[in-house]
Structure formats: structure tokens, C-alpha cells
């Protein structure tokens, strides 16, 4: 009996140390889990590149930070050094932003300078993608050289990584990158937690690391707490960094300006040998001749390769088969040479940055310009080395289009990507914007790939489009040299992208400021779309960037109200008076006090929103629209104004947006 009395004491024992047992596992989750709560994020190490087959770091990790839908968006910073001869309009273009906005968040004015590896702060829409990732997708235009690999680590020096760019891009090949075609680059990003809130870290600056970073370093300069920020990112105290990744700084508020950190300083030149000796005369002399035979070597096989790739053009040009279609519109490379000499542009300067194709390569392209490929007007789909592309049928001189596009890069923009020349007729070859034109989407036309009516756009949607294509005006305007006015803004000439930004197109009327007199131009021979035709202009030919700023006004109340630029009746007819247009239709909206006032805005607005907008974000784009499209043109606002007011209305957006999709209000 006391050996059975025994048993049950060492059960009864067992069991006690086993439910100690549950018990202190249980407590070893929840304290794991609290602090993976509190940690936020992990760093991603090394493993980004597509071609890396070694990781430090699981694979996902490498596309973007892991972000919840409780909080699915911020407004928040990324660390960029500028590149050599960078302005800050070029680096605003880069990163698909406005210059005023990136001017503002460095403490500079919009005409500041800048110098090589200054550094920058970008400002950075994060939003939780539904992949669970937390990126900014941004579009960039591929240039001559690029492959994934460069754009990720040295375009945007670490920001985003090469698996990252590769899987955003799922149907472009990373290996046959077209020069001109449109990617999107995800730019990795962060919103703080709400542990890391309640801890009173209300930002986490994305900060790319570079060769000789260290975490104190990094700590250091920008004078944030060492534990939070090894916290922020899952590193311990012997934790080890790699360039070319990504590290989060948590701060409680932006500085004024960037720290200077991992900025190279070029190492003082070494002090003059003796006068004297004769080995640094020899090394200099040696030097100086095998720089000289190099120089000349390069300078014959440049020449070679020259006239070796004349001679390949005349002989294709010469041995071309062509359809009785093609004979009309057939014109030998020799043609085409003739042609640029007789316009004075430099053919061989145009095609190293323009591919130039046949008109056997555009037929083929086109299907024979078959009806199923034709998109609009005079501009149908086609494939041209496996890239879908928009190819455009011009008559007449296009060497001033040509010669424009040159100097034009902008990401908000569509670039030329390639030119076909003959003697009737030639081609202009863009990147296909598969999305169609904000036209198509705010009056409910048919998709030009589905054939049927699209889906409407999202308030904040129309507000981001909005400031994409006042970024690309601002850039027109103020930051080409010479400056350019678009002359036919109107929402069927602003494309929409597949990340759903917008791209101004159709530049085919611009013209340059150099040709006006205190940027003014009269003419007799008006040109545009009616309803966006801006009064000075149309009655008595008066041209100016404000004929831009009043088109862009018509576009903005299109965007509010969903209606066409010239209203019309339930038959299609057009109103009579001056009721017909949209932008007089405002004047009832704002009678009455604000309340009244706000009350018919609410009726004015696009429908198809059904209420989900902010009240106060549509007033003050009403607002603006209004001043956009006001009769003296004195009074109308420039651009980089107006991209200014929708910055700060997109800002407001996303954290309305952002706080209804956690009331479970919005949907996107």
C-alpha cells in the first residue's frame, strides 16, 4: 500500500511539473509574440538580387517590409543621395514626385542647387499592398545599359531590391529590357506599429545602407535611440549590416534636414614626389604614351564599327521585300538620312538613344494595321521586339517632335521609345499604357482591352493621378529648358498605368517658350479639344502656360463631378448658352453659405464615388479647380502651385483613407 501511496505522490508530481511546464511555454509565445510586436520589422540582409542564390534572410522579405491592414498607409521618408549633375526637378522626377514637396522636406527652395551625394529626404506614400507588403510603387522609364540589378542598387541605390523590381514586373523579361518601356519600381517603406506608437515613434525614415555603415554610426547621425532602432528591425548588439539593403530609422518627427551619413569625401591627392627622381618622370612619360595609343586605338575601332553599321543599314535597306501596302509607305535608311540632313537633326545622335525601325517591322508590329489593334485616332497597338507597344501614324515633319522628345524624361510623362521614317508617312513608337485614358474611366467608355466599361476610379486615385500629371506640367513649364506649354490637356491625353498613376501624353502641339515674347504667343490658328479651351485663347489666340493651367482645371472638375467637359442632354445633344460648359456648372455649387455650399457639393460630386471621399478634400480641389479655370488669366495659379495644394490633398486622402479602411468605411 505505501509502494502504490508512493505512485501516486510521483504521478501526482508529474503532473504538476507538466502543467509548469505548459504554463511556462504559453508564456514563452506570448513573449515572443509581444516582442515580434514590438520589433515591427526584420532586416532583410543581404539576398535581394536576382541573381543571388545564397540568402541571409527569407525571400519575401527581400520584395518589402510586412505590413497589417489595421493600419495599411503613412505618409513617411526615405534617405537618398543625389547623383552627379542631379537637380532637384530630376530627382523629384525620379522618384515620381513634386519638386515643391521634395524642397519643402529638405528645408530648399524649389530653385536650390544641389551637389553630388547630397542627401535628400523623399517623401513617401507607404501603403500596405495585398500581398501583405508595405512599398511604394513608383512607374520609371527603362534607359540605355539598365538591368534590374543596376536599377535597384545603383538608379535607386538600395531602396528596392532586384527580386523586388523582378516580381512587381511579373511580364516584362528582365533579360530584353526595352529602352523607354515603363516599369514599376517598389520602393521598400514602413508604417510604425501601434506598439511603436504608444512607444512614440511616429515615423520610420527608410535608410539605404552603404559600404562602412555601422548601426551606431547610423544611430548617431541621426541622433535616434539605439534600442528602438534594433528593435525597429530585429538586430541584436552584434547584429551585422550589409550595403546595397535597407535599415528603418524610428523617429519621433523628421529632422529639418538629412544627416550627412556614409557621404564619401574624395581622400586628399598624396604629396608630390621629390623633384629629382627620375622613376616618377619614366612613370609619367610611360603613362602619357599608353593613354595615347589607348585613346587612338578606341577612336579606329569607333570609326570601324561606324561604317560597319552604315554599310549593315544601306544593305538591309537595299534587300527589303515589301507588300504593295508597304511600297507606299517604304523608304530606305538612305531616305531617312537625307531626310534628317535636310532638317538639320543628327540621325546617328537620335538613334543611339531612339531604336529606328522599318516599315516592314511596324506593318508586322500592327497586323497590317489591322482594325482589332486600333486604339484611337490614329494610334493602334502593336508588338515590337515581344514589348507591346502604342504606334502612332504621322503625316507630314516630325523632325520638332523628334528633337523635343530628346530632351524630355520625366516619369510622369510617355516617352518616345522608337521612330520609323518614310517619305509619306511616319511612326511614332510609345510604350503601350494598358490602362487606357483617364477619359475612359471617368465617362465610362469601353476599355480598350476588354471592350467593356471599366471600373470607376477610387477618390484617391483620381487625387494621386492628379498630382502625377501636375508634376509632369510643373516639369514642362519650369524645369525644361526652354520650357514647353502642352496645348492639348484634356483627360482623354492623360494615360493611366497599370499601378493606376497618370501619364500625360500626345505632346504632338506643344510649344516652346523660346518661340514667345515674355511667354505670351498670339496665333490665328487655334488648336485643342473644345471645353478645355481657355477663353484668351480660343477668342482672341492668346497663348500662354496659363492655357495649360485653365485645360488642367477642366480636368480636375472632371475628376470631381464624373462629367464630360461640354455637358450635354439625355440624347447627347449639347446644352445651349453658356451652361454648357463644365466649368461654368460651378457657380451654383458654391451659392449660399458653407453649409449650403457643402451640401451641393455633396450632389455635384461624381456618383459613382457613392460618398466615399473626404467632404473636405473635395472643397478644396473644387476650389482650386475654380481658380484653375478662372476667365483673367493673371489670376489663375501656376503649376507648381497647383501641385503644391494636391500634394497636401492626397496627403489628407490617404490618412482619410487610411483611417476608414480601419473603421472598415473604405474600400479601395
Known amino acids: 500500500e505505501r509502494e502504490r501511496e508512493r505512485e501516486r505522490e510521483l504521478h501526482s508530481s508529474a503532473a504538476r511539473m507538466g502543467r509548469a511546464c505548459i504554463v511556462f511555454c504559453i508564456f514563452c509565445f506570448l513573449c515572443s509574440g509581444i516582442l515580434r510586436a514590438s ?293 530606305s535608311d538612305a531616305k531617312s538620312s537625307s531626310f534628317f540632313k535636310k532638317h538639320e537633326i543628327d540621325i546617328d545622335e537620335i538613334n543611339y538613344k531612339l531604336p529606328s525601325y522599318s516599315t516592314q517591322d511596324i506593318l508586322a508590329a500592327t497586323n497590317n494595321f489591322d482594325t482589332s489593334n486600333h486604339i484611337k485616332g490614329s494610334v493602334y497597338r502593336g508588338i515590337l521586339k515581344d514589348q507591346t507597344v502604342a504606334i502612332k501614324r504621322i503625316d507630314g515633319n516630325v523632325s520638332n517632335r523628334i528633337s523635343m522628345f530628346k530632351s524630355l524624361h520625366h516619369s510622369n510623362l510617355v516617352p518616345l521609345v522608337g521612330i520609323c521614317l518614310g517619305t509619306r508617312e511616319s511612326f511614332l513608337v510609345y510604350p503601350y499604357v494598358g490602362k487606357g485614358s483617364l477619359k475612359d474611366w471617368l465617362h465610362d467608355f469601353p476599355h480598350e482591352e476588354t471592350r467593356s466599361p471599366p471600373s470607376h476610379l477610387s477618390w484617391y486615385a483620381r487625387v494621386r493621378i492628379a498630382a502625377d500629371v501636375a508634376n509632369a506640367l510643373e516639369y514642362l513649364h519650369e524645369y525644361t529648358k526652354p520650357g514647353f506649354v502642352h496645348k492639348n490637356i484634356a483627360s482623354s491625353n492623360i494615360l493611366v498605368d497599370a499601378n493606376f498613376r497618370g501619364k500625360l501624353s500626345n505632346l504632338g502641339l506643344a510649344k516652346s517658350t523660346e518661340d514667345m515674347e515674355e511667354g505670351v504667343a498670339w496665333t490665328s490658328h487655334i488648336e485643342g479639344k473644345q471645353g478645355y479651351l481657355a477663353p484668351e485663347y480660343m477668342n482672341e489666340g492668346m497663348l500662354s502656360s496659363k492655357t495649360d493651367v485653365f485645360a488642367f482645371g477642366v480636368v480636375l472638375l472632371e475628376m470631381l463631378s464624373g462629367e464630360e467637359p461640354i455637358l450635354r442632354d439625355e440624347e447627347g445633344m449639347q446644352l445651349p448658352g453658356k451652361s454648357a460648359f463644365l466649368w461654368e456648372s460651378t457657380n451654383s455649387v458654391l451659392q449660399g453659405d458653407d453649409v449650403v455650399a457643402q451640401e451641393n457639393l455633396k450632389h455635384w460630386v461624381d456618383p459613382t464615388l457613392k460618398g466615399q471621399y473626404p467632404l473636405h478634400c473635395a472643397m478644396k480641389m473644387l476650389l482650386l479647380a475654380r481658380r484653375c479655370v478662372s476667365q483673367d488669366p493673371v489670376a489663375r495659379p501656376s503649376v507648381s502651385y497647383i501641385a503644391s495644394i494636391l500634394m497636401e490633398i492626397m496627403e489628407a486622402s490617404q490618412k482619410w483613407e487610411s483611417e476608414g479602411a480601419r473603421d472598415g468605411v473604405v474600400g479601395r
Do not use: W
Open 39 to 331: 520589433a515591427q520589422q526584420s532586416y532583410a540582409g543581404v539576398g535581394g538580387d536576382c541573381s543571388t542564390s545564397t540568402s541571409t534572410t527569407s525571400a519575401d522579405i527581400n520584395v518589402g517590409y510586412s505590413c497589417s491592414q489595421a493600419l495599411p498607409s503613412c505618409q513617411t521618408y526615405s534617405y537618398y543621395r543625389t547623383q552627379q549633375s542631379q537637380s532637384l526637378s530630376d530627382v523629384a522626377s525620379l522618384f515620381a514626385t513634386n519638386t515643391s514637396a521634395l524642397a519643402s522636406a529638405n528645408s530648399l527652395s524649389t530653385s536650390s542647387s544641389l551637389t553630388a551625394n547630397q542627401p535628400l529626404f523623399i517623401p513617401i506614400s507607404c501603403a500596405c499592398n495585398s500581398l501583405g507588403y508595405s512599398v511604394m510603387g513608383i512607374p520609371y522609364t527603362i534607359q540605355p545599359d539598365d538591368t534590374f540589378f543596376k536599377i535597384a542598387n545603383s538608379t535607386f541605390q538600395g531602396l528596392t531590391t532586384c527580386t523586388g523590381v523582378e516580381d512587381s514586373n511579373p511580364t516584362v523579361s528582365a533579360s530584353s529590357l526595352v529602352i523607354g518601356a515603363s516599369i514599376t519600381v517598389p520602393l521598400r517603406c514602413a508604417c510604425p506599429s501601434q506598439s511603436q506608437l504608444g512607444q512614440g515613434i511616429n515615423l520610420l525614415i527608410t535608410y539605404p545602407i552603404v559600404s562602412g555603415d555601422s548601426v551606431d554610426v547610423i544611430n548617431s547621425g541621426f541622433r535616434a535611440n539605439l534600442s528602438l532602432l534594433q528593435g525597429a528591425n530585429s538586430l541584436s548588439q552584434n547584429s551585422i549590416i550589409y550595403a546595397q539593403s535597407t535599415i528603418l530609422i524610428p523617429l519621433a518627427e523628421k529632422p529639418e534636414t538629412p544627416p550627412s551619413i556614409g557621404i564619401t569625401v574624395p581622400s586628399t591627392p598624396s604629396p608630390a614626389p621629390p623633384a629629382g627622381k627620375k622613376s616618377s618622370h619614366v612613370g609619367m612619360y610611360v603613362g602619357i604614351a599608353v593613354g595615347a595609343f589607348l585613346a587612338g586605338l578606341i577612336i579606329i575601332l569607333a570609326i570601324c564599327c561606324f561604317k560597319r553599321r552604315r554599310r549593315h543599314r544601306s544593305k538591309r535597306g537595299r534587300n527589303a521585300n515589301t507588300s504593295s501596302e508597304a511600297a507606299l509607305m517604304e523608304v
